[in-house]
């Protein structure tokens, strides 16, 4: 009894000497340390700009400053026009983006499984990838008319390889460890997928899905600017007319709001959830 | 060593309550010219309840062998029974499950065997205190130092419930000091269990401090040469003179296994 009391002290020694202290920092440091090189980033961006218009290199009525473009933004958002555009989009967008997640995750499923699959059209899948969803529009018109269904098949086309291909590249990248692992403890049938595929293959997935939403919110812009359907408001069609009407404050508003909204889905969805996963499996290093 | 053509070889008679009896396995991987003979004919009993350590230089076929016990490759000739007994397997590495906290990933392994929730949540209390992580069930695999992900492993293996547990190297990745205390913590695990170990490892030292048996394999291909008998009481000691110097007369021998191949 007294061994085995020697023992566990042993053990919870080294087990102390062994565990890393956690440092709990304060909030607003964190919030802080995280906030002061975007702020210094933005205002460098704005700098630079309104540097650009002092120089007179453009007449004010082609490139307004950041004062005039800002304050055209904040006289869109008292607008109800406005928010039906930016809904319709984004209605736009996040249907696409799911169509595009449940075709492409099939897809990158089938593949992933099959060596023959992979071999006819693992190669098409990076080669859709690269092609610029633009080209895709004509095509589009085509079949489609000018309809909510050329928008959505554009993005689907867009989105949808990026997606396959990242699940794809997750569960290439299973250690083969985890899998015996899985496979010594039992795991078949469902249980299986859910408890040893989807989780060791979910960074790369992931990834995919956040490359995939960049990849469908360019398609979404292109097609808005492409194919306007007449009663539908969207963030595409203003950016369209206050070109025909060198509207070039109401243009440049709209490009900030095209841009925030890239950012805020990417950073705050996408980023987060990468960032939480890489965390919870200590990928993630210092510097991010 | 193998029996002239037409001649039954003689084999052992199974032990009375065997826990695993390897009768004439073999095993080659490739073909053709590039294949190796990983096992040749390889015999082995182990007794219930028993700790047998199994003992060789690189090539000998250590790993294959607990490989084919455990199901996971196909045996090319032979047999293996293990009186379906439910068999657990650790590896050199931990094998955690990352996106799993420490508690999860020990829930997990009975999760797979459909056994209740109720059920698996005090087991997974029970398992984790016995390997002395009760305070760290929350934790994250990549928080914990090799050792411990290696006890979390050992708390994962045992809930599988098995009657036979298999360890590949499970301690070759640790530093001495870890390594020692782990011993003991196995040691006592298994005493107060009616489990039946193998042990690969390639530290004789180990295998003496551990194991009732040493079974020493050749290498290339993997057979059984030599078996010792552990006599030395319990609880041992890695540093004690009795290890040693039995652990001193198995080095020899295996040398001499090692020297064959340089000639």
Redesign the interface.
């Known amino acids: 009894m007294v ?2 009391r020697t ?2 002290t ?3 020694g ?2 102390a000497l ?3 202290r956690i440092e709990s920092r304060n909030r607003g440091v964190v919030v802080w340390s995280a906030a002061w090189p975007k702020l210094l980033a933005i205002t460098l961006a704005l700098a630079t700009w309104q540097v650009i218009v002092w120089s007179g290199w453009k007449p004010t009525y082609i490139l307004p400053g950041p004062q005039e473009v800002l304050s055209r933004l904040g006289s869109e958002f008292t607008h109800s026009t406005f928010y039906r555009a930016v809904s319709v989009t984004l209605q736009r967008a996040v249907t696409g983006f799911a169509l595009a997640a449940v075709l492409g995750s099939l897809l990158g499923l089938a593949v992933s499984q099959s060596r023959i699959l992979r071999r006819g059209i693992g190669s098409l899948i990076t080669g859709l990838q690269t092609m610029p969803s633009i080209t895709w529009f004509p095509f589009a018109i085509l079949v489609f008319k000018l309809s909510e269904a050329a928008i959505l098949f554009v993005i689907v086309l867009g989105a949808g390889p990026a997606i396959a291909n990242g699940l794809i590249s997750g569960v290439d990248h299973i250690p083969p ?2 899998l ?2 899985g ?6 049938g469902l ?1 299986w997928w859910r ?2 595929i989807f ?2 293959a ?1 960074p790369g997935y992931v990834a995919g899905l956040k490359q995939g939403w960049a990849f469908a919110w360019r398609s979404l812009m292109a097609g808005e600017i492409l194919v306007i359907i007449a009663s539908r408001p969207s963030i595409g069609v203003r950016l369209k007319f206050a070109y025909e009407m060198a509207d070039a404050a109401g243009l440049m508003a709209m490009m900030l709001v095209v841009l925030f909204i890239g950012i805020a889905m990417d950073g705050l969805v996408f980023g987060a959830m990468e960032r939480r ?1 890489l965390r ?4 993630l290093t210092g510097s991010r | 060593m193998r029996a002239p053509a037409g001649v039954a070889p003689t084999r052992r008679s199974p032990q009375a309550g065997a826990a695993v009896a390897i009768r004439g396995v073999s095993k080659t991987y490739g073909d053709g010219r590039s294949s190796v003979v990983a096992l040749d004919d390889l015999n082995l009993d182990v007794a219930g309840g028993e700790f047998v350590c199994l003992l060789g230089a690189s090539g000998c076929g250590k790993s294959t062998l607990l490989n084919l016990i ?1 199901g ?1 490759y196909r045996i090319d000739q032979g047999s293996i029974d293990t009186g379906g007994h439910r068999i ?2 650790m ?1 050199q ?1 931990p ?6 906290t420490v508690e999860q990933n020990v829930d ?2 009975m ?3 459909a056994v209740p929730r109720a059920q698996r949540r005090a087991r997974t209390a029970e398992l984790l205190a016995l390997v ?2 009760d305070s ?1 069930g929350t934790w ?6 090799g ?2 992900q290696q006890r979390v492993a050992l708390a ?1 293996a045992l809930a ?1 419930d098995a009657d036979i547990l298999l360890m590949d190297e499970p301690f070759g990745a640790l530093d001495a ?2 390594r020692d ?1 782990l011993h ?2 196995l040691e ?1 695990i298994w005493q107060a269990s009616d489990l039946t170990v193998l042990f690969v490892t390639h530290n004789v030292r180990e295998a003496v401090r551990l194991g009732d048996r040493v079974v020493l394999l050749s290498s290339r291909p993997g057979r059984v040469v030599d078996e010792y008998s552990v006599g030395i009481p319990r ?1 041992r000691r890695i540093d004690s003179p009795s290890v040693a110097e039995l652990a001193a007369t198995v080095t020899d021998s295996l040398r001499e296994e090692v020297r064959r191949h340089g000639r």
């Open positions: 061994a085995s023992l566990d042993d053990l919870r080294l087990d062994d565990t890393p460890i985890l015996r692992a496979r010594v403890l039992g795991a078949r249980a408890h040893v989780p060791a979910l996963i919870n499996r200590g990928l | 455990a996971i657990g397997l590896f590495e094998a955690l499950f990352p996106w799993l997990m392994a999760q797979f065997r002395n992580l760290f994250r695999p990549h928080q914990l130092s050792g411990m994962r599988q000091m870890t205390v003991d913590e006592r609880p």
